[in-house]
């Protein structure tokens, strides 16, 4: 099992371009969550979702959307990229019930 | 709302023993979570203490008291390896959301 992957794992963006972040889990997990990391802060949740179709607010949505059109799949959307949003994104997974989440190995985006 | 409250930075001599503190005020509290992170890696998860007292796996144990709204993570034996960011969290919602700590940088020292 491959676990969580990410893609892509590095990327640099100019203010004002699109971008798509891809999640992918193989552990039949039902939620999934987006989370940014800035220097010295812990994780900060994004967006997340409980199943296939299902999408919600976390703490820091502001120029991101998501969509989970497969179970299996969790994209993470910047429409128009700001230097705020430079940051290690990291996606994550947990079998429902659990406790334990499943990390991707994260995408570091800088934004000029 | 929620906020989990950790001492930014700790250094400890290899072979000593650590605790990691975690205070948090939170309007539903399901339990309390530990995760370790290595710089430039991604999160791993430690433990998790749904009742209060203490949880012991290997060289790590978690403690969690709900009537104090404190938990703390016990690193014995300490090794190099261990040098690390360690994150407390706290599952909410029926682990739906979770909310993490601010973090503590581990130092391991000879």
């Known amino acids: 099992n491959a676990g969580v992957t990410q893609t892509p794992k590095f990327r640099v963006l100019k203010t004002g371009q699109s971008m798509t972040l891809l999640c992918a889990q193989d552990m039949n997990h039902e939620y999934m969550y987006w989370y940014r990391q800035d220097p010295g802060m812990g994780l900060r949740l994004i967006h997340y979702s409980v199943g296939e179709g299902t999408t919600a607010k976390g703490e820091v949505p502001d120029g991101y959307n998501v969509s989970r059109l497969k179970k299996q799949n969790f994209l993470l959307g910047l429409e128009s990229a700001a230097p705020s949003q430079t940051s290690v994104y990291f996606c994550?997974?947990?079998?429902?019930?659990?406790?334990?989440?499943?990390f991707g190995p994260g995408t570091r985006l800088t934004v000029l | 709302g929620q906020s989990l409250e950790q001492p930014s930075e700790v250094t400890a001599v290899e072979g000593a023993i650590v605790q990691i503190n975690c205070t948090y005020q939170?309007?539903?509290?399901?339990?309390l979570s530990w995760y370790q992170q290595h710089d430039g890696g991604a999160p791993t998860f430690l433990s998790y203490?749904?009742?209060?007292g203490l949880e012991e796996t290997g060289r790590f144990s978690s403690f969690l008291s709900r009537s104090d709204s404190y938990g703390y993570l016990l690193l014995q034996e300490l090794q190099m390896k261990d040098s690390a960011s360690y994150f407390c969290?706290?599952?909410?919602?029926?682990?739906?959301?979770?909310?993490f700590g601010t973090g503590t940088k581990l130092q391991v020292i000879p």
């Open positions: 969290a706290n599952p909410s919602g029926g682990y739906q959301k979770v909310t």
């Open positions: 939170t309007s539903g509290f399901y339990g």
């Open positions: 994550a997974s947990t079998k429902s019930g659990s406790n334990e989440q499943f």
């Open positions: 203490n749904a009742l209060d």
